[in-house]
């Protein structure tokens, strides 16, 4: 591998099926030690993007290299640095764990006296010890999972493309999951793509949102947060006259608009949701003004949530104004 | 290398994990069993003639099983993502599980040995003639799973593929009685050329013809190489 060439690169890539342009002039990529969140609603695009990273499709237009190498003409030697778990675990029900594991050892070309070494390695870190000797077919949805992700970590390859891993995974096996995954992406390259908001603000580096076929955006989550807290949230719960404390709070500057809604069962206490903008220290003066004249019980600023971002993007503006 | 023969092991331990591979082997071996022992009683000459004749419609008829799951197989289990990002190169795998199904084909043709045993207990058969048989047998075998082998690439559902393969081999076989209606000499010539049925005939009778040998490498090439561009084109 050429050490400057980034893990995973798109340029310019597109794909269409006849007429129907399923991914638009696509560019990113991926660095050594980063894990990328691939976020998109179903039919985005994502498991078509993944797909022509793989090398199971070819883009139709732009290029697609993995670790230097170009996909449309270096194929195998790039096939030899990738280890890929599709959204469908690719099993063989009549085969054993153990066999299936060995014929993707031996086809990724791991010498046969490390092969042994190499499924226990990867059935540790997966949890599969127990199931070595079951044939796949009778295997729960979960340790079907696991076994594609085995399969994908054999040969420890230097970049690790992964469709919906944690899909049909009970929250303990998720956790796992993800810390196998975390502890993979400290040396290597990993792309994985999921809906499933927490995963990607859990273990990514970077997301990609992407819809109908389009990169939104690509940034940490850091950054896309930050890049959507021009308008706050502040929310706060006192006793209080509704129209006294609107007028009250609609005088602070930096507050665009006040939503007061009284307690159900509490007598004079009201639940009051203010957009302010982002200037520093609103918050602190809502609270002074509110504290002063009358009982402030809470208040908070609410961030915007990786949730909230997603759906402005892939739904507009209107779409996060309703909080989840 | 190493890609071709993980396929094959794959291959053979997917055959003998599903019912399907033991299935045809016992049908073909019952049904040959049951063609002999008639063509013996019938005729009482100790030849296997008449047999290998009958063996060669019942592969016809019979190898599509084995060859529908080939690809078809790997597209409904979702598998071929696996296979075609995996760093195999596309004719190893169109090789790897054609060598899988040649050797399912050995198999069936190993059990009828049990037949030669009674033929030589107690008649006085001809050696080369039943070797030279078996080799037709293994080449028309060959041709016909290769054919198999690449419907099954061209369809998700294995029963199609079989469905499609087998009038496809009944017409190889058959293309021959079509020249007796053919006033061209080049349509005449060219309809027996293609005749599964007349080239094997030349091996029953005892005769290696290179031309016939040749005949059945030619399809079996031509089916394996569409099939491994049909899976890059695929992509």
């Known amino acids: 591998m050429n050490n400057s060439s980034p893990a995973i690169s798109l340029e310019s890539v597109s794909k269409r099926f006849g007429s129907k342009t399923i991914v638009h002039d696509m560019s990113f990529s991926v660095e050594k030690g980063e894990i990328v969140g691939f976020l998109g609603p179903n039919g985005a695009g994502k498991t078509t993007t993944m797909r022509m990273i793989a090398g199971f499709t070819t883009a139709s237009s732009g290029k697609v290299s993995v670790a230097g190498h170009d996909m449309s003409s270096q194929n195998e030697e790039a ?74 970590l054999l040969g420890k390859p230097e970049v690790l493309l992964l469709d919906e891993p944690t899909a049909g995974l009970d929250p303990g096996q998720i956790q796992e999951t993800r810390e196998v995954i975390r502890s993979f992406g400290e040396r290597h390259a990993v792309l994985i793509s999921t809906h499933i908001l927490p995963e990607v603000t859990l273990i990514c580096s970077r997301v990609a949102i992407i819809n109908h076929g389009r990169l939104l955006a690509i940034d940490s989550p850091v950054n896309l947060q930050r890049a959507f807290e021009q308008t706050n949230r502040v929310l706060l719960s006192a006793s209080a006259p509704a129209e006294a404390l609107r007028a009250e709070l609609l005088s602070i500057s930096g507050v665009i608009a006040v939503n007061s809604r009284p307690v159900p069962g509490m007598d004079g206490m ?45 739904a507009g503006p209107s779409a996060a104004e309703t909080p989840p | 290398m190493t890609g071709l023969l993980a396929v094959y092991k794959k291959e053979m331990l997917a055959y003998f994990r599903s019912p399907i591979a033991y299935f045809v082997v016992a049908v073909f071996l019952v049904g040959t069993g049951y063609f002999f022992s008639y063509n013996m009683f019938m005729s009482g000459s100790a030849s296997m003639d008449e047999t290998f004749r009958n063996m060669g419609i019942l592969a016809l008829t019979l190898l599509p099983l084995v060859s529908m799951r080939l690809f078809s197989g790997e597209y409904s289990g979702r598998t071929m993502e696996l296979l075609m990002t995996l760093p195999l190169k596309t004719w190893e795998l169109v090789l790897g599980k054609f060598l899988g199904a040649v050797t399912i084909l050995l198999l069936m043709s190993a059990g009828t040995f049990i037949d030669l045993v009674p033929l030589y207990l107690y008649g006085n058969p001809h050696t080369t003639t039943i070797l030279t048989g078996y080799i037709g047998f293994l080449l028309l075998g060959m041709a016909c799973l290769a054919i198999g082998q690449l419907f099954s690439a061209l369809t998700q559902n294995q029963i199609v593929a079989a469905l499609i393969t087998v009038p496809v081999l009944l017409s190889f076989w058959y293309v021959g009685h079509l020249q007796s209606f053919q006033t061209s000499y080049v349509l005449r010539s060219l309809l027996g050329y293609l005749s599964f049925a007349q080239h094997f005939a030349d091996f029953i009778q005892g005769l290696i013809r290179s031309e016939a040998v040749l005949f059945y490498f030619l399809v079996s090439a031509i089916a394996l190489t569409l099939n491994t561009s049909y899976l890059q084109w695929r992509r």
Do not use: M
Not at chain 1, 121 to 132: G, Q, S
Not at chain 1, 305 to 312: A, D, M, P, Q, V
């Open chain 1, 79 to 152: 096939a030899r640095k990738l280890g890929y778990l599709p959204e469908h675990p690719p099993l063989y029900d009549t085969l054993d764990v153990s066999q299936y594991l060995r014929f993707v050892a031996h086809v990724k070309g791991v010498p046969g006296k490390e092969i042994k070494s190499e499924i226990d390695r990867v059935a540790t870190a997966c949890r599969l010890e127990n199931v070595l000797n079951h044939e796949i077919y009778k295997l729960s949805k979960g340790f079907r999972q696991r076994t594609g992700l085995a399969q994908a």
């Open chain 1, 270 to 314: 009201l639940n009051v949701e203010c957009q302010t903008d982002a200037r520093e220290g609103v918050e602190a003066a809502i609270a002074r003004t509110v504290a002063t004249r009358w009982n402030l019980h809470r208040l908070e600023r609410q961030q915007p949530t990786l949730e909230n971002i997603f759906l402005r993007y892939v």
